[in-house]
């Protein structure tokens, strides 16, 4: 008997018994389950539910509304501050311009001197020259000096009873409502000639 036969005789039946074997074994133990796609979509789950959690926890409440659009945040504080502090610039600036005079201030006292002096021209008394040329002069620049001063106080007020303002804010407010009362004082005593009255003709 050949040897080489009886070799790969014995192998082909060694190779049947194995997969006999393998057989029997897969029949007792039931059908293997693929976990592999189950795998897969819990990643993708807990994936998807990561996202929404962080979504919900970051951006979700505070940054983005239910139509999923951006919710501005800190644009109106932010807004509300720089108006104050505009405001109490403003109010020293118009306090230092009714003590200082404006040119508005100045184009109306031209004015009423013109007109004070076609009404009295060739007829008028010393007393009425002074009265309408120079008087009237010298109240419509009190007048307009006293507006700007009781704007500067009305918004430097207005600044400082608002709450949340930043130290420095509340520090020019008040000294705009420092120089808009004395400004407001000033130009009051002018135009009613408490300071200074007008002169007359004998003097």
Known sequence: M????????????????????EAVE???????EDTTPDLLDKGDKDGKADKDGEVGGTAG???FDEDGEELPSETA??????????????????GVVALTGTW?????????????????SGSGTPAQQISEIYG???????????????VALFVAVLVLILPGRPAWVR???VAGAVLGGLGLLLSAGTYFDLFLSL???GS
């Open 77 to 94: 504080p932010a807004s509300a501050g720089i108006g104050g502090a505009a405001a109490a610039v403003v109010s020293a600036a118009l």
């Open 2 to 21: 050949d040897t080489r036969t009886t070799t790969e005789k014995k192998t082909g039946e060694s190779a049947e018994s194995a997969t006999s074997a």
């Open 61 to 63: 409440d505070d940054a």
């Open 171 to 173: 520090a020019v407010a």
């Open 26 to 32: 897969a029949a007792a133990t039931g059908p293997v």
């Open 136 to 150: 009237d002069a010298w109240h419509s620049t009190a007048l307009v000096n006293g507006v700007f001063a009781f």
């Open 199 to 201: 002169p007359t003709a």
């Open 104 to 120: 508005t201030g100045k184009v109306v006292s031209e004015r009423e001197t013109l007109v004070g002096q076609i009404k009295t």
